[in-house]
Nanobody, 126 residues
Framework: QVQLVESGGGLVQAGGSLRLSCAAS????????MGWFRQAPGKEREFVAA????????VYAESEKRRFTISRDNAKNTMYLRMNSPKPEETAVYYC???????????????????WGQGTQVTVSS
């Protein structure tokens, strides 16, 4: 089992910048895909971005492609999400997740991931 802990959330102004971190521990050698999701009140959890083990393959939700950057440092067992120019509608709890495989077709789905963090609140003010 992998344990994931998010940090870095908080209040940010629209047009600003924020970096989220996800620290992994436990059976991290089993991890392949890692992803970020978010969930706003009353809405379903939605995919934001994912990255493979080496960091050489990344996938973004369409609206985040040019503003968010996902990365990982395997030496530190940590994944990051740099959010540039966030929008108020992107206010949500952001979750990181880990899977034991990579599948471009499935990694946008919640059910693909084996482990989840507890989430970190991001509030974007206008």
């Amino acid at each position: 089992q992998v344990q994931l802990v998010e940090s870095g959330g908080g209040l940010v102004q629209a047009g600003g910048s924020l970096r989220l971190s996800c620290a992994a521990s436990g059976r991290t050698f089993n991890m392949n895909a890692m992803g970020w999701f978010r969930q706003a009140p009353g809405k379903e959890r939605e995919f934001v971005a994912a990255i493979n083990w080496s960091g050489g393959r990344v996938v973004y939700a369409e609206s985040e492609k040019r503003r968010f950057t996902i990365s990982r440092d395997n030496a530190k067992n940590t994944m990051y999400l740099r959010m540039n120019s966030p929008k108020p509608e992107e206010t949500a709890v952001y979750y990181c997740a880990a899977a034991t495989r990579w599948s471009p077709e499935l990694l946008v789905e919640v059910r693909f991931y084996n482990s989840w963090g507890q989430g970190t609140q991001v509030t974007v003010s206008s």
